[in-house]
């Protein structure tokens, strides 16, 4: 039996509940038909003109990802504008549009606990957009930053300091834009806070806190939960025999060009 998109909806729904989604967020299904038979599926963070041409090339017609469009109230979908191209794309392509994001974070073995473990975190506590852990052979400072580096694959901007000596047992984390939670991690005991972006006010009050704040990238952060769910959905297919492929895409970040400073 060929599987249809509802399927896959209800699937992820099981697994990270779109009711547990915020007010404010978009997840569900978004764009497209949603009787149609799947043939492909691909993963991505974001829809981007990059995506939807590889979603083209291998043939998928079901698009997964964390980030939703139509964030904001839509009036008009035209071929002016970003997202209206998006989604026009889809429709003539006959492609469809899941969005999994606020509901992923939160959920387990979704965004936020997917990240803890990649790290090496133990005995993770935490609730809703925020993880505590501990690690299991505690390191410093410099160590620390040069693992995250390495097992995100990004570059870290450091907020804060703390004395070379300083053992790090501790860790907090809240991927994405989660710098709201650098204080319920820090009463949790956290010495370190790790976000995708800090906002600059709470890079101050991390500061003044001791509390060192690393932004690992909004990207390099939620990426690692989006192929987790690819994976745990392919075992899925797998065993009720469905004859679907799963693809992962790394292709929906823009990678921002670096501007030198006048002068420097």
Request: net charge negative.
């Amino acid at each position: 039996m060929q599987p249809c998109m509802m399927d896959f909806y209800t699937w992820i729904d099981q697994f990270a509940p779109f009711a547990t989604q915020e007010a404010f967020d978009n997840s569900g299904f978004l764009v497209g038909n949603p009787s149609d038979k799947v043939q492909n599926i691909l993963f991505a963070l974001d829809v981007t003109q990059r995506v939807l041409d590889e979603a083209e090339r291998v043939h998928a017609n079901l698009i997964i990802t964390h980030h939703p469009l139509m964030f904001s109230p839509v009036q008009h979908i035209t071929e002016e504008n970003t997202e209206g191209r998006l989604i026009v794309r889809m429709l003539r392509s006959h492609i469809c549009l899941i969005s999994a994001h606020t509901n992923l974070d939160r959920s387990p073995c979704g965004i936020n606990d997917t990240l803890a473990s990649l790290l090496g975190l133990e005995s993770i506590q935490g609730e809703a957009f925020f993880r505590v852990g501990q690690f299991h052979k505690p390191v410093s400072l410099q160590e620390l930053i040069h693992h995250v580096s390495t097992v995100l694959h990004t570059t870290v901007r450091i907020f804060g300091q703390c004395p070379g000596d300083t053992i790090i047992k501790t860790m907090g984390i809240s991927s994405g834009a989660g710098s709201d939670f650098w204080t319920d991690a820090r009463q949790m005991g956290a010495q370190v806070f790790l976000t995708g972006e800090i906002k600059h006010h709470h890079g101050l009050a991390m500061c003044d806190a001791g509390l060192v704040g690393l932004e690992a990238g909004h990207f390099a952060t939620e990426e690692p939960g989006i192929f987790a769910l690819a994976d745990a959905l392919q075992r899925y297919v797998n065993e009720v025999k469905w004859n679907v492929t799963i693809f992962k895409s790394a292709v929906g970040a823009y990678a921002f060009p670096t501007v030198p400073v006048a002068g420097s």
